[in-house]
Every structure is written in C-alpha cells, then in structure tokens.
C-alpha cells in the first residue's frame, strides 16, 4: 500500500508515542543513554497518521525527521519523558512506549565538566520513574502498548514484563536483530497468544503493528 492508501483503522482516535532513548546527564559534556536509533517509533507514528489518528510523539535525541502528521515534543531525560507524557495522557486513547527509556538517572550530577585523574570513578544512580506501568496503574488508563526488546530469553522475558506492567499488548524483539537496522521482526503477545510479524522493513512492520493495535482496541470498545 502508498502511505494515502491505508485503511482509516484509528480514524478520530489520539495516539501517544514515546520514541528514541532518553540522556541523563553526568557533567556538562557526558550522560549515561541507551541504543536507539528512533527508527522503529517514527514509523510507528508514521503508520498511525496514516491510519487516520492524531498523533503526539515524545522523542528523546535521534537524528530523524519529524514523522508527517506527528506533533513532536522533544525531552532528554526520563524524568522529562514522564512530565511530557503525564501533560497529554489525558486525551490519549491508545497509549504506544517505544522509547528506550534509561533505567536510571545520576544522583549528583556535575555542572561543570569533570576532570580525570587516575582513580577509580564512581557514580551514584537512582531509578528513574517507569512511564509506562505509571500509565497503566491509573484508573481507565488509555490502551497501552508496550515495547520489551531483550537480548535472551525473549518470549519468557517478555511474557513476564506485559504482566507486571499490566499490557494488554506487548511487541517484543532481539536486540541483536532490531537496534540500527532498516527492517525488523516482532513478536506480539496479547490475551489470545503470539503473532510473529516477518522481518521486513520498519514501516511495514509498523503498519501491521498498528492493524493489530486497532483489531484490539475496537474489540475492547464492545
Ligand atoms: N518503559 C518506560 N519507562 C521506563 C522503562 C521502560 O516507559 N522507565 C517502557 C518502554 O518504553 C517499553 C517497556 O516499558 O515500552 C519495556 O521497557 P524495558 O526496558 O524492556 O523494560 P523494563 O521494565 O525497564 O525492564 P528491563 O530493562 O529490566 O528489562
Ligand atoms: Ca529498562
């Protein structure tokens, strides 16, 4: 299918999307972040747009254009993930955490930048607050998507973590066989068991995630 000719599966709905990785600082020139490219959650709001659903995308630091359709806020941390993210749940009707999201943030971190010596370094760091079990420990969260990339144990890893967060939708994957690439592989995992999506190009894949998503949440409206 062109871009214009996908079917209206999310026509009226409001989709929020976390992409990329966050950044916590260390000094004034360093921070601790994870690997992600923002690919895989740009086409996902891409393929939400062209579903017909108004989309919100909260993106740390990529180096990608803003998908067409998305109205973007820009954030480094995961503590500006979070305030950006709790300022627009409330209108969200489907709810989609791609972004790799540091688990933890520097305790002091340093406003100039620190000098090296020859001794060890230590840094102190405390957990950064989970955006997406936030969403989904509220009362009448909107319908929440997860993203579990793992790089072992993949369908039992991610079993574990759409219970413990609560997901009624979760797209797991390798590490090994998503970060920086051009295409991709999920496995999806809902109340009804797994969906493979074969490896194919990030938009394609993103177009069937969003199919999937729509099934399920109109399933969810009756
Ligand atoms: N996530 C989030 N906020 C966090 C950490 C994760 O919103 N502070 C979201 C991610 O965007 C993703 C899902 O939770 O949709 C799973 O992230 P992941 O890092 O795989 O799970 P964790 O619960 O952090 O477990 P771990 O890193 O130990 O595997
Ligand atoms: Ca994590």
Do not use: W
Request: charged content about 25%; proline content about 5%; glycine content about 6%.
């Amino acid at each position: 299918f062109e871009a214009g000719l996908q079917p209206k599966l999310l026509l009226g709905r409001m989709v929020l999307i976390t992409a990329g990785p966050t950044f916590e600082r260390i000094d004034a020139v360093r921070g601790i972040t994870n690997t992600s490219s923002g690919k895989m959650g740009y086409a996902i709001a891409r393929a939400a747009y062209e579903a017909g659903a108004e989309v919100i995308l909260v993106s740390g630091e990529t180096a990608l254009p803003t998908p067409v359709g998305s109205r973007r806020i820009n954030v480094q941390s995961a503590q500006q993930m979070l305030n950006a993210v709790d300022n627009e749940i409330a209108t969200a009707d489907i709810f989609i955490g791609v972004a790799a999201v540091s688990d933890y943030y520097v305790l002091n971190p340093s406003e100039q930048k620190i000098k090296k010596d020859a001794h060890i370094l230590t840094l102190e760091l405390g957990p950064n607050p989970d955006i997406l079990a936030n969403i989904t420990a509220k009362p009448n969260p909107p319908f929440c998507v997860g993203f579990a990339a793992e790089s072992e144990n993949l369908l039992e890893y991610a079993e574990a973590k759409r219970k413990r967060k609560k997901l009624p939708l979760l797209a797991a994957n390798l590490v090994q066989q998503a970060m920086g690439r051009e295409d991709n592989e999920l496995i999806l995992l809902d109340d009804s068991g797994e969906t493979r999506l074969t490896r194919a190009p990030k938009l394609d894949i993103a177009r069937k995630l969003i199919a999937h998503i729509a099934r399920l949440y109109d399933a969810e409206q009756t």
